[in-house]
């Protein structure tokens, strides 16, 4: 068991920095549909943990009960927050609508 759980931290430890080192590489002009590409992803990670959620036996205990559904909402805030920041980046690239100048009524 101590040798498992050391196994998947160095699995953790190295994907971590991995993860830095190529993310880090990516130019600007890629991280929107990369963006979009992750929130899909890790809204499969959340299906993946109601299925999981609606799976527990009746007698499991509350502890997991409540890391798993922390675990759910986190990952439903994760996927919210990255589709609004993906569209606030979108928005950047979408013309601007001219804006009609307002007349002035005191003319005379």
Known sequence: MYNE???NIAILVLAGFVGFAVISKVPNTLH????????A?????V??????LGHLPGDAPWSIKIILFVALVFG??????????????LAMFKPKKDVPAVKKEADA
């Open 47 to 52: 299906l993946g943990a109601l299925v999981v």
């Open 76 to 89: 439903t805030l994760n996927v919210v927050g990255g589709f609004v920041v993906t569209d606030r980046m």
């Open 32 to 39: 929107t549909p990369l963006m979009s590409g992750t929130n």
């Open 5 to 7: 759980l050391l196994a």
């Open 41 to 45: 992803i890790h809204g499969i990670v």
